[in-house]
């Protein structure tokens, strides 16, 4: 009992990564909130930031899926503020929904097989891509206007037996994922691959009979596909397309994943953990706002964390 | 497809870095499309200005041959061009800006390359974070607002010329030629070239892989700083958005120049000529009409286009 609290409370000998402590961080936050303002403890302010944490939840699973093979998604924020664009086209929503998917999951398409048949480096080709996407949103929508589908702004405001729709989003997401990461074949390969390349036999799962090229292009799909969810989510929460809304999402998505103890080099990391690791962050943008602090000093410590947290995660490879 | 990158013709003209290709491709457009700016003044005017980009891929080619990357340039120069514009240093000198921008340079590319280097993170994450984070300080130090004046003397350094040609284009060639007697001439341009290669490789024959890593950023903070000089120089204002897009565009550079992460064909003077082509593609979309959203596309485009052309000559036989 108590060695397996201590492996939760260290990390060690465990495939889901260091989880335990960054619980224990928003814990702490949550409780120094509650009782230093008056705000923070309403079910006011905590559905507020389920609803602000979720699109940076959404798109942390992605990330994580991503993550999880060794690699690193640089598009994310694009993707997000290329799908409000798309939605405040004002074209029907039958139209746009399933086409911000279908185009979500091309530009995962074009990373992936970027990464796996022309050997082009993940950061490298996510970030190509990063710029791409952002130079077509600026280009649907230079400055933020439009107005997105009745029914996207609905499936967000709204509430059910007085508990808001983020809520239920929240819920969806998460088992999907769960049922992704931790209930199928596929969920399975991608540790498989990931514990390869992160130990430096990065054929390891081929040789045992897991196609990575194909499951890896998957996981760029699936990452652009969640990130897609996380811009109609906003775009529901902002009625209309802003080209500048992901900004930051790659960075803030990577800096959730990699609290919740999951191993940039791959391999090692958990669902659970991501999540929470994304709670952490909007509890602390919930609580520097109640306090007053500047959005470019957030902005700072967002990036001082960044890097705390992958500075003390340890790993073989240098550079990149 | 693989018939035709067996070809030894072919496998040799792979081996040419991409921006020579580019390089020509834009001049001929550039030729056609208005013949008359392509004179000596006009050009002098375009490729003064992206000198500051040519610097920074000097610092930038360094730590990619090193299978590192560096992209924290944007928050130095911001940084350095805070120092000198927003008038906390009253009265100081030219030296003294020199020196200060140089040391922070220094200590920022050293604590990049102790993160890199010792505690090895990805670089990645280390020179963004440091970036978003000097950035982030920047902003809430001038509250979002340009912060002042820049002395009178970098504008005037800047804008003069020697022998008709523009002495920051001078600057930039002597420094280009000064790293590549660096990176081809000294025992520590030969532990880089090996480092890129092979990092086991290089471990086991005693070459000291960490202080290299470490060395090459804090070498390429210290070439930031010098760009972030230049650019202040060049815009004669304090900014709170100058530079921000630097980093990329010098990663650009590099991949078209033929050094992607390691081994590098092309040298010192391929990623040169990269930033030219950045020079000459500015000039292009101008000319043809197209505004930043098409510039954005176009940096993407060559950078998957760059990474993918050295992507498919590794895999050739």
């Known amino acids: 009992m108590y060695r397996s609290l201590f492996n939760i409370l260290s990390g060690r000998h465990t495939r889901q990564g260091l989880w335990g402590l960054p619980l224990l961080v928003a814990l702490v936050i949550s409780l120094w909130l509650t009782v230093q303002t008056t705000e923070f403890a309403t079910a006011e302010n905590l559905f507020n930031l389920v609803a602000q944490a979720m699109p940076l939840i959404i798109a942390a699973i992605g990330q994580l899926v991503v993550v999880l093979i060794g690699g690193l998604d640089l598009s994310v924020g694009s993707v997000i503020s290329f799908t409000t664009a798309v939605l405040a086209l004002d074209q029907p929503a039958i139209l746009l929904i399933p086409a911000v998917f279908v185009l979500a999951a091309f530009i995962g398409l074009i990373n992936g097989l970027a990464i796996t048949r022309f050997n082009v480096h993940p950061i490298i080709a996510t970030l190509s891509t990063q710029y791409i996407v952002l130079g077509i949103t600026r280009i649907l929508r230079p400055v933020s206007g439009g107005t997105v589908p009745e029914i996207v702004i609905g499936a967000v405001s709204g509430s059910f037996l007085g508990i808001p729709y983020p809520v239920f989003w929240g819920i969806v997401v998460i088992l999907a994922a769960w049922k992704l990461l931790y209930g199928s074949r596929y969920g399975l390969h991608l540790f498989a691959i990931g514990g390869g390349i992160a130990s430096g036999a990065e054929s390891a799962a081929r040789n045992f009979g897991v196609s990575d090229r194909r499951n890896i292009i998957l996981a760029y799909v699936i990452c652009s596909c969640f990130a897609a969810v996380a811009g109609v989510f906003l775009a529901g929460r902002i009625v209309s397309g802003d080209p500048n809304v992901g900004l930051l999402f790659e960075l803030d998505t990577v800096t959730a994943v990699a609290l919740g103890g999951t191993q940039l080099s791959g391999g090692i990391g958990s669902l659970h953990g991501t999540v929470i690791g994304a709670l952490v962050m909007a509890l602390l943008a919930n609580g520097m706002n109640l306090a007053n602090v500047s959005p470019f000093v957030q902005t700072a410590i967002k990036g001082g964390i960044l890097l705390a947290v992958v500075g003390l995660q340890s790993r073989k490879k240098m550079g990149l | ?317």
């Open chain 2, 1 to 317: 497809m693989a018939a035709v990158l067996a070809n030894p013709i072919a496998r040799r003209l792979l081996r040419i870095p991409p921006s020579y290709f580019v390089f020509l491709v834009l001049l001929a457009t550039l030729w056609i499309a208005r013949p008359n700016m392509l004179n000596l003044n006009v050009m002098g005017i375009f490729i003064r200005q992206i000198v500051p980009l040519g610097i920074l891929v000097l610092g930038q080619l360094v730590v990619m041959r090193v299978k590192s990357i560096d992209l924290s340039g944007g928050g130095i120069i911001l940084l350095i061009n805070y120092f000198i514009s927003s008038g906390s240093f009253p009265g100081a000198s030219l030296p003294f800006f020199v020196g200060l921008a140089l040391a922070t340079g220094l200590v920022i590319g050293l604590f990049n390359g102790f993160m890199v280097g010792s505690r090895r993170v990805s670089a990645v994450i280390v020179t963004l974070a440091v970036s978003i984070i000097l950035v982030g300080l920047v902003q809430f130090l001038s509250s979002g607002n340009p912060p002042g004046d820049v002395p009178k003397l970098f504008n005037d350094l800047y804008n003069t010329k020697f022998l008709s040609v523009p002495t920051p284009v001078l600057f930039w060639i002597l420094l280009t030629a000064a790293v590549s007697l660096l990176l081809s001439q000294t025992v520590f341009g030969r532990y880089v070239a090996s480092v890129g290669e092979n990092a086991e490789a290089a471990h086991f024959s005693g070459v000291p892989v960490q202080r290299t890593v470490i060395l090459a950023h804090t070498l390429a903070g210290l070439i930031a700083a010098i760009a972030a000089l230049v650019q202040t120089g060049s815009i004669a204002v304090g900014s709170v958005r100058v530079g921000l897009d630097l980093p990329i565009l010098a990663v650009a550079a590099t991949i078209l120049g033929g050094v992607v992460f390691g081994r590098g064909d092309g040298g010192v003077w391929g990623p040169f000529f990269g930033a030219l082509c950045f020079a000459l593609l500015f000039v292009v979309m101008t000319v043809l009409g197209i505004d930043e959203p098409g510039k954005l596309i176009a940096q993407g485009v060559i950078i998957l286009g760059a990474a993918i052309f050295y992507g498919v000559r590794v895999r050739a036989p």
